[in-house]
């Protein structure tokens, strides 16, 4: 039963280089997310994505990208990684495509960008 | 666009006291509205949602909120904290203006459970 699954746990990345948070999912989602949060400021969605070959920019994506190739997998990139990226990250993912259902979170990557 | 104000980014309650977290919602439309609660090193959880029907919502570990229209307000109670309850907990609405896709969360609100 592993429900939402993300990797790594802990990051630690120097300025510039680039990395993927790995997300997987084995309820059969549709709807998948990405959100960052930071003290005092709550979850920020990232980029979200509504099934395979779909995917929309949320509130905060700039320096983020995303693909959804698999109903599975939600990969979230760092291109050129930033101080401003140190964050925890949660991927999450629902059934359906509109929010009346629950959703379900992972553990979270705690990224430390120096 | 909608948007969630937790009052209080900390509440502290002795063990058996009432739990009262608050969170007003801004929506131009009837949202849905949830609760999340977040362990120490844990991702979110689901305490309670609102849809549609009954405002009074019942959750999992003796939590409930009531939605009041009036007020838009969805506040989240407990009637005897446990030090169990000691958690983040987020507010958080999605709007169905814009085809309820996107889940907006308040800042959050950390419980501290004295002994």
């Known amino acids: 039963n592993a429900g939402v699954t993300q990797t790594p746990k802990f990051q630690v990345l120097k300025t510039g280089q680039s990395m993927t948070l790995q997300c997987a999912q084995d309820m059969n989602h549709e709807y998948m997310s990405w959100y960052r949060q930071d003290p005092g400021m709550g979850l920020r969605l990232i980029h979200y994505s509504v ?3 779909i995917t929309d920019q949320g509130e905060v994506p700039n320096g983020y990208n995303v693909s959804r190739s698999t109903t599975e997998d939600f990969p979230l990139r760092l291109l050129s990684a930033a101080p401003s990226q140190t964050s925890v990250y949660f991927c999450a993912s629902r059934w359906g495509q ?17 | 666009a909608q948007s969630v104000t937790q009052l209080g980014s900390h509440v502290s309650v002795s063990e058996g006291a009432l739990v009262l977290l608050r969170c007003n919602y801004s929506s131009s439309v009837p949202p849905y509205l949830f ?3 977040q362990y120490p090193n844990q991702g979110l959880q689901l305490l309670l949602k609102y849809t549609t029907g009954a405002t009074l ?3 999992i570990n003796g939590f409930e909120a009531e939605f009041k229209k009036s007020e838009t307000s969805f506040h989240l109670t407990k ?14 609405v999605s709007d169905r203006s814009q085809g309820a896709q996107k889940l907006v969360f308040g ?5 501290t459970i004295n002994p």
């Open chain 2, 57 to 59: 919502v019942k959750g």
């Open chain 2, 107 to 111: 800042q959050g609100t950390r419980l």
């Open chain 1, 51 to 53: 099934g395979a070959g």
């Open chain 2, 79 to 92: 009637p005897s904290a446990h030090m169990s309850d000691a958690a983040e907990y987020f507010c958080a």
């Open chain 1, 98 to 114: 509109t929010m009346n259902t629950e959703a379900f979170f992972g553990q979270g990557t705690r990224l430390t960008v120096v």
């Open chain 2, 35 to 37: 609760w999340y609660v």
